[in-house]
């Protein structure tokens, strides 16, 4: 068990550092890589003065990231893009620990399992999206964490574990 922990650890901070040294050594902004970003923080400050409408131009725009960009915006305040992007980094760093598990379950051998992460870890547009503020990383991670919990459900059924799949399959 210690073994396990020891590996998600090295993974969880391997993700986090390549991610946060690609925001800080790219020089990008949080709303650069993506035109969309400027659009969710307008949408975040609507949800904050009480306008819901979600429509933006030619789609409905899916609402679980700009509610929670104006929930960040609201309790952080002016600290709001620093949390938003640690936030982000920290759910992209724990769907790394979340591939590592799928792979484990698709291969069953360990090195497999690391080399795929490792790769996943360094493949750029995992971290090229992590610190934009759209909905790009929450979507990429949210799949990641259910397709392990559905595999896993589907090798031993259990209703926590399919609950959990559902709760991530948007």
Avoid at 25 to 49: A, C, M, P, R, V
Avoid at 143 to 169: E, G, H, M, Q, R
């Amino acid at each position: 068990m210690n073994n396990k922990r020891q590996i998600y650890a090295t993974i969880f901070v391997s993700f986090a550092l390549t991610r946060f040294l690609f925001f800080i050594l790219s020089g990008f902004d949080n709303f650069q890589l993506q035109t969309d970003s400027y659009f969710y923080s307008h949408l975040s400050n609507e949800i904050l003065k009480g306008n819901f409408n979600m429509i933006g131009g030619t789609h409905i725009v899916a609402p679980l990231f700009p509610y929670f960009q104006a929930f960040i915006k609201l309790i952080t305040a002016s600290y709001w893009i620093i949390s938003l992007n640690l936030i982000q980094i920290i759910l992209a760093s724990i769907s790394g620990i979340y591939f590592y598990k799928l792979a484990d379950i698709l291969f069953n051998k360990k090195f497999i399992s690391l080399m795929s992460t490792l790769v996943f870890c360094f493949y750029p547009f995992t971290f090229y999206w992590t610190s934009t503020f759209s909905q790009e990383i929450w979507f990429q991670s949210f799949l990641i964490i259910f397709i392990y919990n559905f595999l896993f459900f589907l090798k031993d059924p259990n209703n926590k574990t399919l609950s959990v799949a559902a709760i991530f399959f948007q």
